[in-house]
């Protein structure tokens, strides 16, 4: 990091200089929806005259995504982001589908064994049983619990983001011995509240104990981020890129 630069600046920056990390790399966190170009929302939005607060790209980044500070929350960015739901709702021409490999869940994590969200535990039931694989959202805006009741209510192969496990040993030492996967998203932990600017990025412990995880994007086209931003944040935190090639061996 550039002696000029202050601690996490980039969190908030619109793009920032990245070194090149000059090896493969597997993303395996990506919304759909967060993925459209900002300039494509405002001009799918003008076309189909869809009202936006601002037409301003800079300004739309910053309404529907805060940056790095106390007043981030997933459920704040989530609300905003259902603006673009609107707006690209039958924009894209449907495609035929050629097979299911994978099955995932997301939201504000409340996974529990109830009558609104058995549904879903049926779905993913259903998905076991047909060889289909699956991850879920767990431990972002949720308590290291819901990392738990992903894997046994949903049978979860693979967690996304699941920061919270390392505020609880018991269940850090089970994702640890059971190497559950990890999908990190380290600018978007930020940004949505799950991660608090001043604390140390729970990736460094994850690191240092090798529990598995890779680093992803999350929403990239929401957050005027790439994959390369991503790695050079935790390249700031100290790792070394022997570290980052772990990631995603």
Known sequence: MSTSQKPFEHVAATFYPTRVFNFPKVELHCHLDGCFRLSSV???????????????????????CLDADEDSSLALFLKKMELFVRVYQGAI??????????????????????????PHI????????????????????????????????????????GYHISRDPDVYKKILRDQT???????????TGAVRIKEQHPIIQFNRDKVNCSLSTDDPGVM????????????????????????VS
Request: charged share 25%.
């Open 93 to 118: 021409r449907q495609s035929p589908v050629t097979g299911v490999v994978g099955i995932d869940i997301a939201g504000e994590e409340d996974i529990e064994d109830s009558p609104a969200f058995r």
């Open 181 to 191: 996967h990890l999908e990190c998203c380290p600018i978007s932990s930020y940004r």
């Open 122 to 161: 049926k779905a993913f039931q259903y998905a076991k049983e047909h060889g289909i694989h699956r991850t879920a959202h767990a431990g972002e805006a949720g308590s290291a619990g819901s990392v738990l009741k992903a894997k046994s209510l949903l049978s979860a192969e693979r967690i996304g983001h």
């Open 42 to 64: 405002i001009k799918f939005a003008k076309k189909r005259s869809i009202e936006l607060p601002t037409y301003d790209i800079n300004d739309l980044r910053s309404y529907c």
């Open 224 to 247: 005027l981020t790439t994959l390369l931003d991503d790695y050079q944040l935790v390249a700031d935190f100290g790792l070394s890129e022997k570290n980052l090639k772990i990631m």
